[in-house]
């Protein structure tokens, strides 16, 4: 069942009911102002740290769920409605939700009155508008009450929910005209407050919920919408919230829009106060202004919109697969973006206050955007390699505002350091740009201790050479990719977090997925090494390699898939020896990927198993058979119930790893096949079975073994993207960036047809072809570049030279 539909023309998802299985969210902003925004105009904002410096109010877990945004609420002769059905529910004549790129218009009718909301964060400015535009569409003069709603948070969204104590006295507001100020804290010479404005003078405003809502009330039936008119209460303490109230009328035919701003200031050192104490409101005057009049409102959305237009040309695909293009064009690079700005702090299912940004996890993302802001992914790897300690080690998260390591996680997952180098020659091999490995670095966030980036990626490959187990294979420390993978785990009592105890080295406990990752990366690092000219460097790096490679395929081969892992005990896990989890689908994926075993016809067996022993038709779950009972030795993963998370869901984020795998190997049916399988828009007419947004991908979906088989959870911020639009654009459809150009290797159903590519490459535009003539599913005979036949796969990229037309002739 469907409930809504792409228009791929406008890159809009439109979703035609609010009630959707789940809110369906999108996020507005593109530099430090972020909101989330459901189908129901719920969610929040925030200033770079949706923890420290929350601006608006949500309460996860909330019943009914997603209650608390940003609402209007119309009184009509005593018919209350929002235009986005929450918080009152009345039913709507009408309802659309057109989710954009970085914009959400909401659209709907009760008694011929239309409401339309278009929300946005402009590029430039530090705030989010909410423009509505109501029209009376019958055929008498209408006179109804119009209110707005946001509920602001007083700050730290952490201190909000649990220090009443203090919170309930310190609220403070200020009402000027028609901006309501949330002050709250500036008396201790903080250099920041919030504002909600309107264009257009109100009748009237609220500003303490308890007055807006009256006692015992919630905000599906405030008191001042029901007596149709507002209180001009000042808040002082308890909940400052900001509400506008008009009185408007429309004749027959007639439309009106106000502009809603909701901004963040922080003044600059010297124009903290205007005296001490008080507010400079000369910041947010020149902000509201630049939104005042529906003509700049409507520009700044036009210039968004180019933006993004802008930013998505840099990679499109035209093939006969309609799903694919929308994906490959619009949505998968959205939210690779988002996963830029989010890491895995804000969503509908990461509360903002927990996970900051993931050292493993932004590494990854990066692998998605690193083509759309060269720029940012440049600043944002420097700022992830300041939190590596000087012995390789990282810390596992870090704070976006402050962009220091979480110290209560502290380190010891022993992938982290690795992934360092994946994003480091992802982003060489798009830009061109070597100077950052000679760019200085802090070690733990500490000036005085810095060495090169080039330095940093020594230590990365140097921690996994120095950290390796009884059988070569690398420690896996407190986890690998695979977080709840507690191998070292043995002393959890209960309430004890499975993340926070065991020791982060050692005992013994081997990682076969790391080793895979140390081939493939340790590879990358050599290859670096190489074009630098450190050939004694890069010889070191191959010789590890090459151990690591014969350490797999001698202790790490279980004899139809590679082992998972060997335990504290030096007991192997993922092996047929288990009784349960006997397979695993992470060193398959990243084995082969990574090349192990492929000439001596291993790969090909090991994803032969995971077809037969983990397929299911909603994706390739994690592990076989599920963990029944809790295993002291294995940690957290055993502790989920069967067939979610890690215990046997299907864990979107490798499934693009095993349809890389399946194209090195050369299967271009069976690795579109997995790619189908997760992909949202493919899932778009099971959306009541998988239940989150079709435009986007989950982190997981419920394995076999569980209840609801085919239900996802933990959408958006998620490995997938990046895995995922690395699979579809380099492997599948084989446009590989690469030091000294693009390399061209498809790897496609053999039905697959002919298809166009275009790809910025460093300033340059490439228009590629591929004529699949004689229905392969790999290699390559031929490819022109601007009507000459070059020798291989690789375009060598010409300095200064802006277009290229490329046809490729598979076969
Ligand atoms: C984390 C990842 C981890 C994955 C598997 C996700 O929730 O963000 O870092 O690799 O779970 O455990």
Same mark, same amino acid.
């Given at each position: 069942m469907k409930f809504g539909f792409f228009d791929d023309n406008e890159k809009e998802y439109v979703i035609t009911t609010p009630k959707t299985p789940l809110p369906w969210i999108n996020y507005l902003g593109s530099n430090d102002f972020f909101s989330l925004y459901s189908n129901t105009s719920g969610g929040y904002s925030f200033y770079k740290d949706a923890k420290l410096l929350r601006l608006t109010r949500y309460r996860y877990n909330n019943i009914p769920t997603d209650n608390g945004g940003k609402y209007f609420y119309i009184n009509e002769n005593g018919t209350i409605w929002n235009p986005g059905w929450q918080p009152v529910k009345a039913e709507l004549d009408s309802y659309e939700c057109r989710h954009g790129l970085g914009y959400s218009k909401i659209t709907s009718s009760k008694n011929q009155l239309e409401a339309s909301v278009t929300a946005f964060v402009p590029l430039n400015d530090n705030c989010e508008i909410n423009q509505l535009i109501l029209t009376n569409h019958s055929n008498e003069k209408k006179t109804f009450s119009l209110f707005s709603y946001i509920e602001f948070c007083l700050w730290n969204a952490v201190d909000d929910m649990t220090n009443f104590q203090r919170n309930l006295s310190i609220g403070e507001v200020e009402v000027e005209d028609s901006v309501i100020y949330h002050k709250t804290e500036y008396r201790e010479r903080r250099n920041h407050y919030a504002y909600f404005s309107a264009n257009e003078k109100p009748d009237g405003f609220d500003t303490s919920r308890d007055a807006f809502l009256g006692s015992y009330r919630g905000i599906d039936h405030p008191q001042v919408v029901e007596q149709n008119t507002s209180s001009n209460s000042i808040a002082s303490g308890w909940s400052p919230i900001a509400s506008h109230y008009f009185n408007l009328t429309l004749e027959p035919g007639e439309s009106k829009g106000i502009v809603f701003v909701l901004g963040y200031i922080e003044n600059k050192e010297e124009e903290k106060w205007e005296s001490p104490g008080i507010i400079n409101k000369a910041p947010a005057k020149t902000v509201i202004e630049r939104y005042f009049t529906d003509e700049k409102v409507t520009t700044?959305?036009?210039?968004?919109?180019?933006?993004?237009?802008?930013?998505?040309?840099?990679?499109?695909?035209?093939?006969?697969?309609?799903?694919?293009?929308?994906?490959?064009?619009?949505?998968?690079?959205?939210?690779?973006?988002?996963?830029?700005?989010?890491?895995?702090?804000?969503?509908?299912?990461?509360?903002?206050?927990?996970?900051?940004?993931?050292?493993?996890?932004?590494?990854?993302?990066?692998?998605?955007?690193?083509?759309?802001?060269?720029?940012?992914?440049?600043?944002?790897?420097?700022?992830?390699?300041?939190?590596?300690?000087?012995?390789?080690?990282?810390?596992?998260?870090?704070?976006?505002?402050?962009?220091?390591?979480?110290?209560?996680?502290?380190?010891?997952?022993?992938?982290?350091?690795?992934?360092?180098?994946?994003?480091?020659?992802?982003?060489?091999?798009?830009?061109?740009?070597?100077?950052?490995?000679?760019?200085?670095?802090?070690?733990?966030?500490?000036?005085?201790?810095?060495?090169?980036?080039?330095?940093?990626?020594?230590?990365?490959?140097?921690?996994?050479?120095?950290?390796?187990?009884?059988?070569?294979?690398? &420690?896996?420390?407190? %986890?690998?990719?695979?977080?709840? +993978? =507690? #191998?070292?785990?043995? *002393?959890?009592? /209960?309430?004890?977090?499975?993340?926070?105890?065991?020791?982060?080295?050692?005992?013994?406990?081997?990682?076969?997925?790391?080793?895979?990752?140390?081939?493939?990366?340790?590879?990358?690092?050599?290859?670096?090494?190489?074009?630098?000219?450190?050939?004694?460097?890069?010889?070191?790096?191959?010789?590890?390699?090459?151990?690591?490679?014969?350490?797999?395929?001698?202790?790490?081969?279980?004899?139809?898939?590679?082992?998972?892992?060997?335990?504290?005990?030096?007991?192997?896990?993922?092996?047929?020896?288990?009784?349960?989890?006997?397979?695993?689908?992470?060193?398959?994926?990243?084995?082969?990927?990574?090349?192990?075993?492929?000439?001596?016809?291993?790969?090909?067996?090991?994803?032969?198993?995971?077809?037969?022993?983990?397929?299911?038709?909603?994706?390739?779950? &994690?592990?076989?058979? %599920?963990?029944?009972?809790?295993? +002291? =030795? #294995?940690?957290?993963? *055993?502790?989920? /119930?069967?067939?979610?998370?890690?215990?046997?869901?299907?864990?979107?984020?490798?499934?693009?790893?095993?349809?890389?795998?399946?194209?090195?190997?050369?299967?271009?049916?069976?690795?579109?096949?997995?790619?189908?399988?997760?992909?949202?828009?493919?899932?778009?007419?099971?959306?009541?079975?998988?239940?989150?947004?079709?435009?986007?991908?989950?982190?997981?979906?419920?394995?076999?073994?569980?209840?609801?088989?085919?239900?996802?959870?933990n959408s958006w911020l998620t490995g997938t993207a990046a895995w995922t639009f690395v699979n579809v654009s380099q492997f599948i459809l084989g446009i590989k960036p690469d030091y000294k150009g693009l390399i061209v290797d498809p790897c496609v159903p053999s039905n697959f047809g002919n298809y166009t590519v275009k790809r910025v490459f460093r300033d340059a535009e490439y228009f590629i072809t591929v004529k699949n003539l004689d229905s392969v599913q790999k290699g390559v005979k031929k490819i022109i570049v601007d009507g000459v036949e070059i020798e291989g796969n690789l375009i060598p990229f010409e300095e200064g030279k802006t277009t290229y037309q490329v046809t490729v002739f598979m076969g």
């Open positions: 700044a959305l036009h210039e968004l919109k180019e933006y993004w237009k802008h930013l998505l040309s840099n990679y499109s695909v035209e093939s006969k697969e309609p799903k694919l293009n929308r994906m490959v064009n619009i949505w998968n690079q959205y939210q690779c973006m988002v996963t830029f700005n989010m890491s895995r702090s804000a969503s509908y299912f990461e509360s903002g206050t927990g996970r900051g940004m993931g050292f493993r996890d932004s590494c990854q993302d990066l692998l998605g955007f690193v083509h759309l802001i060269p720029d940012r992914a440049r600043e944002r790897i420097l700022d992830i390699a300041s939190t590596q300690f000087e012995d390789g080690s990282a810390y596992h998260q870090y704070q976006p505002l402050t962009k220091k390591g979480n110290l209560d996680i502290g380190s010891g997952f022993n992938d982290d350091p690795l992934w360092l180098i994946a994003c480091v020659s992802a982003y060489i091999k798009e830009t061109g740009d070597f100077s950052i490995l000679a760019e200085l670095v802090p070690f733990d966030n500490d000036k005085t201790n810095s060495a090169t980036l080039f330095e940093h990626l020594k230590r990365s490959l140097n921690y996994t050479i120095t950290h390796l187990g009884p059988h070569k294979l690398p &420690l896996i420390g407190r %986890a690998d990719w695979n977080d709840c +993978l =507690n #191998l070292n785990c043995f *002393s959890k009592e /209960p309430g004890e977090s499975f993340q926070t105890t065991g020791p982060s080295e050692g005992p013994i406990a081997e990682s076969v997925f790391i080793a895979g990752m140390f081939v493939k990366y340790g590879k990358e690092y050599a290859s670096i090494c190489h074009e630098l000219g450190d050939y004694d460097e890069e010889k070191r790096a191959l010789l590890a390699v090459d151990e690591m490679y014969d350490a797999v395929l001698q202790s790490g081969w279980d004899g139809d898939w590679f082992l998972r892992a060997y335990d504290a005990a030096s007991e192997k896990v993922g092996s047929k020896e288990c009784s349960e989890g006997q397979i695993f689908i992470e060193p398959q994926g990243f084995c082969v990927l990574a090349g192990i075993g492929v000439k001596e016809g291993l790969a090909q067996k090991a994803l032969d198993s995971v077809k037969e022993r983990l397929d299911t038709k909603y994706g390739i779950m &994690l592990l076989q058979p %599920a963990y029944t009972k809790y295993y +002291l =030795n #294995l940690g957290e993963i *055993s502790s989920y /119930p069967p067939g979610y998370k890690e215990n046997a869901g299907i864990f979107c984020h490798n499934n693009p790893w095993v349809s890389i795998a399946e194209t090195v190997i050369g299967r271009g049916d069976r690795a579109f096949e997995i790619y189908k399988k997760t992909c949202p828009a493919y899932l778009e007419d099971i959306s009541e079975i998988h239940r989150t947004e079709p435009y986007v991908y989950s982190q997981m979906i419920a394995g076999a073994d569980a209840a609801f088989h085919g239900e996802a959870k």
